[in-house]
């Protein structure tokens, strides 16, 4: 069978397991990038009922903004459930709270604007193997994501029995499911190009990725971004700035050479 065919029986599979445990659809979750655009289109090709779910994290491109307004727009033309979630507090609001820049060590940013989302119903996700090394060692096909990180359970293939097993389970909080997991880059982007619907307006600007803008994942490119959204690298001097004040107040001890939020960005940037 070939990997789309593989991919639409995980996400038929998940639509039963979603409508058995929790009496609800299966979410689709949406970034706006390349991997969930191909997620989404498999979704409608499966013929399943699920909804739509965006994480605004305050700090993506406002092209991927407009374009998530627009393609949910669409979908929900057809019928389609959408959602934007807004977080409580915005990345300039938290990096100041928490008085530490995110890091790729630390990125609280994540967990608080993206990952604690869609509790109690089982969602999918675009994650794929092809992405890091760590996500080859840590992600599965199937996720029970308990609050007990040693109850957790992660099923690496499609075999049936564990899958039973799987069902099983009490799933009382989110559970995942990765569809794509196995789809290499390449495919990724043959999928994104040939056989998708929409198409995030910041590929054609030259970008690889469409996370938050001055994502620490992001690398090198980061300095890209910066340069395509100057208005950006203004707003985390600033919070850099309101981020130092804070930790003043707070008493915390600060890296000699951070006397201003410009030179925090400095230091951020170059890693
Ligand atoms: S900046 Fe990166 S690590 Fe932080 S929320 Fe955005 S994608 Fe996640």
Redesign the pocket.
């Known amino acids: 069978m070939d990997k789309e065919k593989i991919a639409i029986e995980r996400l038929k599979t998940a639509a039963e397991m979603s409508l058995a445990t929790y009496q609800k659809p299966l979410i689709i979750t949406y970034s706006g990038g390349k991997d969930s655009e191909v997620l989404l289109e498999l979704a409608k090709r499966s013929g399943i009922e699920f909804e739509v779910n965006h994480s605004h994290?305050t700090?993506d491109a406002p092209p991927t903004v407009y374009h998530i307004r627009k393609v949910f727009k669409d979908l929900e033309e057809q019928g389609i459930k959408c959602t934007i979630e807004y977080p409580r507090m915005s990345m300039w609001e938290l990096i100041v709270h928490k008085c530490i820049c995110?890091t790729r060590i630390i990125?609280f940013?994540?967990r608080e604007?993206?990952e604690n989302k869609c509790k109690h119903r089982m969602i999918a996700t675009g994650v794929r193997w092809d992405e890091s090394v760590k996500r080859k060692k840590t992600r599965g096909i199937y996720e029970d994501m308990h609050s007990n990180t040693e109850k957790k359970i992660i099923l690496m293939n499609d075999n049936d029995d564990k899958r039973r097993l799987f069902e099983r389970c009490q799933m009382q909080a989110k559970t995942i499911v990765n569809p794509i997991v196995d789809f290499t880059t390449d495919e990724i982007w043959k999928f994104y190009d040939n056989e998708c619907k929409y198409r995030n307006p910041l590929y054609d600007m030259g970008f690889k990725r469409v996370?938050?803008i001055?994502?620490?994942?992001a690398s090198k490119s980061r300095l890209m971004e910066f340069e395509a959204f100057p208005k950006y690298k203004e707003l985390y001097i600033r919070t850099f700035d309101k981020m130092l004040e804070h930790r003043k107040e707070k008493g915390l001890e600060t890296r000699l050479e951070w006397n201003s939020g410009q030179d925090v960005f400095d230091w951020w940037i170059n890693g």
């Open positions: 994290t700090a995110p990125r940013c994540c604007l993206k996370g938050c001055g994502c620490p994942m």
